[in-house]
């Protein structure tokens, strides 16, 4: 076993605190990674806040790695020491179902193993990416492009494979009129990939204070939400919004938007259930749809898109002893647009 420093929760909405941990020995098929930058995804908070039933305390957030190859197995085939690599929700699946070997992982139909906040196949808790090293199976290891900054890349993990992998399986790109719901840490991201993928691309945002910042990101049009002659004006108009936004929304008045064939997808994860009319689908032969991150091989895709379109996350630095004020300003919504941090405070 390796020991390694961590900052952990003792118990839901604890503060962080060093810890010490200890990873396992390294498999034939491993991969040992000393983590660089972990970058604060929103489900950090949900899981370490205990928003969502089921958390496994200590508990070691972090999901959004990136960081340099220390050693490796034996049968590793796909990685050597120094390399710039990447780990990102999840750490294992059973490699053996219909989902696992299409590469889409993340629908397991075992059950995959989530990279913090969940249990292994032999029942060990895992723990996450707030943390100097992480031993993770070869197989759920990316690589970072030479072009891609590692504290830049740390949120793609995430929150560059939620917003990336709907745009592409709703097919996204030349012709079509896609909206982005929220500009927030995904919002930003969103905009950049749609962008990117040849898409006419609006921002349903609140206010209109981010209306600079999300032309600068590839955006063609910036609505306020506030003015609810915005809902007039576009009704009817788009036949994509990816919704990104954590709080609970007007499902209705956000499907009145979509033309016939339309699609509504949720990638924000409020905790409060929605509630619809049916009539708002039946009419316009509209859809609401849900899409959950990306497999292995769409991950490692993504990367490789963002890097030759020179998308990149806006981050903010933090140390590790400035996580639970990160946490309180990320609920604030006072960051633009991601939190990473640097690894070599801890």
Not at 35 to 53: E, N, R, T
Not at 282 to 300: H, P
């Amino acid at each position: 076993m390796c020991k390694t420093h961590v900052l952990s929760v003792s118990a839901s909405k604890a503060p962080f605190e060093k810890t010490m941990i200890e990873r396992r020995q390294l498999r034939p098929d491993d991969v040992s990674i000393d983590i660089k930058f972990s970058g604060i995804c929103h489900s950090d908070i949900h899981s370490a806040h205990g928003d969502w039933a089921g958390g496994i305390f200590p508990m070691v957030p972090g999901h959004e790695i990136s960081g340099i190859v220390k050693a490796v197995g034996q049968k590793v085939t796909k990685f050597a020491v120094g390399d710039r690599v990447g780990v990102g929700c999840y750490v294992d699946s059973c490699g053996e179902c219909e989902y696992c070997l299409r590469g889409e992982e993340q629908h397991c139909s075992k059950g995959n193993v989530a990279t913090y906040n969940s249990l292994d196949y032999d029942g060990n808790p895992t723990y996450g990416g707030y943390g100097q090293n992480i031993v993770v199976t070869e197989r759920f290891v990316v690589h970072i492009p030479d072009r891609m900054e590692l504290d830049v890349a740390s949120p793609l993990l995430c929150a560059g494979i939620t917003t990336y992998s709907p745009l592409k399986r709703w097919k996204a790109g030349p012709g079509k009129k896609v909206a982005i719901l929220g500009m927030g840490g995904l919002g930003h991201i969103a905009i950049q990939f749609a962008h990117a993928m040849g898409a006419e691309v609006s921002v349903l945002s609140r206010g209109k204070d981010k209306e600079n910042e999300a032309l600068s990101f590839g955006a063609d049009h910036y609505f306020s939400t506030i003015n609810t002659e915005t809902f007039n004006m576009l009704a009817g108009r788009f036949d994509l919004i990816l919704n990104t936004v954590s709080a609970p929304i007007d499902v209705d008045v956000y499907l009145s938007l979509l033309r016939v064939d339309g699609t509504l997808i949720n990638v924000g994860a409020p905790a409060e259930p929605s509630q619809y009319n049916v009539f708002s689908l039946i009419m316009s032969r509209r859809s609401i749809a849900g899409s959950l991150v990306g497999g292995l091989l769409e991950t490692q895709e993504m990367l490789d898109f963002a890097a030759v379109h020179g998308i990149k996350p806006q981050i903010e630095i933090i140390r590790a002893d400035q996580v639970d004020e990160a946490y309180e300003r990320v609920l604030r919504s006072d960051v633009r647009y991601r939190f990473v941090i640097d690894i070599s405070t801890l």
